[in-house]
Each structure stands twice: as C-alpha cells, then as structure tokens.
C-alpha cells in the first residue's frame, strides 16, 4: 500500500499526472466559466467568474477546454451517464440546441409536461401536475383562468428576486423583440427543459430557440471563485459566495444599485 502511494503522489507530480488530474476534474467535477453578458442580472453579474458542478445532473459528455472537441469525437451525444434532472427554478449551464459548441447559463422555468405561454412580458405556467396542485402549492400567487386551466403568473419571482424586468424596453412592433411581450401557449416536450435569462428583457434565451434537451445540460453554478466590475474592481463580498447566498437582500442590493446604474447602456438581447 505504501509503495502504491508513494508511485501514485510521484506520477501526480510529473506533467502527464498533473493534466490528466487537471483534466478529471474539469470533465466530472468542477469547470471553470466566466459571465460575459447580462442576461442574468441581478442574480449573476458581467465578471462573475465562477465553478460549476458538473455531476449535478448526472454526466455530460467530457470535450477538451478551449476546443470544444468530444473525447468521443465518433459519437454525436452530448451526454455520457444519465443522472437528476433540472427541477423547476435552477440555474443550470447547458449548450443551447442551435450552438452546441458554446454554454450558456439560464434559469429552468418549465419541465417535461408543463405548459407556459408569456403575456405582457409576464410568465404564465401550467404545472403539469394539474389545477389541485396548483392551488395547494401556490397560495398567495396570482392564478389566471385561460383555456379551462389555471395558470401561476410569474411563479419565480418570489423565491428568486433577482428576476426582473426592463421597463424601457417596450412594445414597438419590433419583430425580433416580440417573444419578450407574448409567446404563444406550449407545453414541453419529454426529455426538455425551457430556460429564461433572469434579466427578462435581456435574455436570448428558450423564447427564441425552444427548450433544451436534457443531453445538452453541462450542470449548475457551484460558486464565484472571482469576481470584477466594469471598472476592473473586485467585488470581495461576492468570491465563495453560492447563487442561493447571491439572492439574499445584501448581496441582491447591490446588484440592483449596479446594474441600475450601467442600465441606459443595456440595449443587447443576450
């Protein structure tokens, strides 16, 4: 046993140990990512640089850092062993349907089997477990009647305050904007997950290219190992915080006062 450790701490040393140890990691465990734009706001900041934990939802198919290459380059799957699934209200980093070869990270807002549709920016749920559930699980929510079924209004806010809109972007007939104000009933398809930016009115998100499959889901946020303003400051009460402390009131606080004060610049859909 002895001489099984002493080999082993000698080949973690040497480079070819250390990359495939470096390389374990970021296929099972942890991957380092980086928040480029603001579509999730106030929950996740521009700077945010943090780890996800990649066996949150079993194991996506392990590709190479930086060249997004498949370690399996002659299978076209995006997942190696199945696991959990999303729930309702998770922020999870997934690679979108129309660009498997970039991440993006956004918050699950409908399941297999629920329904949804968007009304005057608003989200409209219908929980695939019925009406019954609905009101016993719903109580102090606004419950709309539409089609012969109830319907939760904006269903997440409450417990993810970082959920916002923008109310200078409004209704000019813009084409391109219109899933942002209406989004015509659906109900998710088996195996698929329909994802919404936390900044509503800035999000690029399942309103315009359609839910996720689970194979396409690469984990959640774990925690922000760094973070930096647009100013190139360190935001130190926000490093080894998880996105469940990021949404208690201090933190939420100045996330708002920052994003309040870049928001006549923030005209992108991202």
């Known amino acids: 046993m002895k001489e099984f450790l002493k080999k082993t701490y000698k080949f973690s040393n040497s480079w070819t140990g250390t990359i495939i140890i470096v390389l374990f990691v970021i296929f099972f465990i942890a991957q380092a990512f980086r928040i480029p734009s603001g579509s999730m706001k106030d929950s996740l900041l521009i700077g945010d640089h943090l780890f996800a934990k990649k066996f949150a939802y079993g194991t996506p198919m392990p590709h190479l850092p930086f060249l997004e290459v498949s370690i399996m380059p002659w299978s076209d799957s995006l997942r190696l062993i199945d696991g959990d699934k999303p729930k309702r209200g998770d922020i999870v980093i997934f ?3 129309h660009n498997t070869k970039t991440h993006f990270v956004k918050r699950c807002v409908a399941t297999p089997g629920d329904e949804l549709f968007v ?3 608003s989200l409209f749920v219908h929980y695939k477990e019925g009406d019954d559930w609905i009101k016993n699980n719903f109580k102090g929510y606004e419950i709309a009647s539409f089609a012969g079924k109830l319907w939760v209004k904006d269903p997440y806010r409450k417990n993810h305050p970082g959920i916002h809109n923008d109310d200078k972007i409004v209704n000019d ?4 904007l219109m899933p942002i104000f209406f989004f015509a009933p659906i109900k998710v398809d088996e195996g698929n997950y329909f994802m919404m930016g ?3 009115d800035h999000s690029n998100d399942s309103r315009f290219w359609g839910a996720v499959p689970y194979d396409n889901i690469e984990g959640t946020p774990w925690f922000i190992y760094f973070s930096v303003d647009d100013n190139w400051e360190i935001r130190w009460d926000r490093i080894g915080k998880t996105p469940t402390d990021l949404e208690q009131p201090e933190h939420l606080t100045k996330a708002i006062a920052e994003r309040v004060k870049h928001d006549k ?3 992108g859909l991202y």
């Open 173 to 176: 007939g813009n084409p391109r």
């Open 198 to 200: 936390d900044n509503r």
């Open 95 to 97: 690679r979108p349907p």
């Open 265 to 267: 610049d923030d005209h």
């Open 119 to 121: 009304n005057e920016k």
